[in-house]
C-alpha cells in the first residue's frame, strides 16, 4: 500500500475532507476517554489557518487525503517554556495536529507520516523533530517511542499539561 501513497501540502480544495478525519479523531480520542481534542480544539479555522500559512500536509492514498497534520518549522512558543531539558538547541521541526483516517487506521499511517516530516525535514537541512501530546494519548506516545523519540519534559498551553518530546535526525 505505501507504493501508492504520497505526501503533499494540503490545498483549499482538501479542507472538507481534512475536517472529516479531525471530527473522526475527535470522536476516537472521546470514545477512549481522552481530554484531548475534546474543547473545541482544533476548529475548522484552525485547518484553514494552516492551509494558509503552508503548514498542512496531508498523505493521499491515490488521491484521497487519509491523513493530515500541520509542519511548523517556525517554532513552538510553548516549548520555550519546557519544564525539563530538550536533547538540542537546534531548529525544529514540530508536528501538530496529526490524525489519520478511521479507514487506514492500524496500518501505519500515522508512522509513516511522521517518517515523511523526517525526511522533508532533512531536505531542508533541519535535524531535530519535537512533538507534543497529551498524557492520556497513549497510541500517540507509543508511537513516538517506536520512532525513537526521547521524552524531554512537560510543557504548556493554558493550563493544559503536555508531554513533549524530541528526535534528532
Not at 144 to 155: A, D, K, Q, V
Request: neutral net charge; proline residues 2%.
Amino acid at each position: 500500500m505505501k507504493d501508492t501513497i504520497t505526501f503533499r501540502k494540503a490545498e483549499v480544495a482538501d479542507t472538507e475532507r481534512i475536517w472529516q478525519i479531525i471530527l473522526q479523531a475527535k470522536e476516537q480520542m472521546r470514545l477512549r476517554n481522552s481530554r484531548q481534542w475534546q474543547d473545541g480544539y482544533p476548529a475548522m479555522e484552525t485547518i484553514v489557518d494552516d492551509i494558509k500559512k503552508d503548514y498542512g500536509y496531508v498523505l493521499c492514498l491515490k488521491n484521497d487525503v487519509i491523513a493530515y497534520g500541520s509542519v511548523i518549522f517556525t517554532g513552538e512558543p510553548a516549548y520555550d517554556a519546557l519544564q525539563g531539558n530538550w536533547l538540542s538547541n537546534l531548529p525544529y521541526v514540530v508536528v501538530h495536529r496529526l490524525a489519520v483516517a478511521d479507514e487506514v487506521k492500524n496500518r501505519g499511517i500515522a508512522t509513516l507520516y511522521m517518517q515523511k516530516v523526517e525526511d522533508l525535514s532533512q531536505q531542508k537541512g533541519i535535524h531535530s523533530f519535537r512533538v507534543d501530546t497529551n498524557f492520556d494519548n497513549l497510541y500517540i506516545q507509543k508511537m513516538l517511542h517506536s520512532l525513537n523519540f526521547t521524552y524531554c519534559g512537560e510543557i504548556f498551553y493554558d493550563k493544559n499539561q503536555r508531554r513533549a518530546y524530541e528526535k534528532l535526525i
